[in-house]
């Protein structure tokens, strides 16, 4: 199972660091991602994490201000959003599959999902 935590209320240009923490073991060709999803939107790639070589992708509205990590030893995924914008806001999902896929940016890849954090980004 996933448990994702962190979210909140964040004025324009502040900073929020989402965690998705995982149970049982995580393979090292496991792929991680974050998706998010806005009222009325489809759900969208904010960006993913081979587990093993600690390989990382992003979508385009958010390369330069989030970052993408894991700490091994916890079992736990992290979601660095620096200079926040108010299209930010969503609810935030991670997600995992066994395996790493070329298709990593794409929902119905993932089979395991967390319960999502609300995002909101106003002043």
């Known amino acids: 199972q996933l448990q994702a935590s962190g979210g909140g209320l964040v004025q324009p240009g502040g900073s929020l660091r989402l965690s998705c923490a995982a149970s049982?073991?995580?393979?090292?060709?496991?792929?991680m991602a974050w998706f998010r999803q806005a009222p009325g939107k489809d759900r969208e790639f904010v960006g993913g994490?081979?587990?093993?070589?600690?390989?990382?992708a992003s979508a385009d509205s958010v390369k330069g201000r989030f970052t993408i990590s894991r700490d091994n030893a916890k079992n736990t995924m992290y979601l660095q959003m620096n200079s926040l914008k108010p299209e930010d806001t969503a609810v935030y999902f991670c997600?995992?599959?066994?395996?790493?896929?070329?298709?990593?940016?794409?929902?119905?890849?993932?089979?395991?999902w967390g319960q999502g954090t609300q995002v909101t980004v106003s002043s």
């Open positions: 994490i081979r587990w093993g070589g600690g390989r990382t």
């Open positions: 997600a995992r599959r066994p395996r790493w896929t070329t298709n990593y940016s794409r929902p119905r890849e993932y089979d395991n």
């Open positions: 049982g073991r995580i393979f090292s060709d496991a792929a």
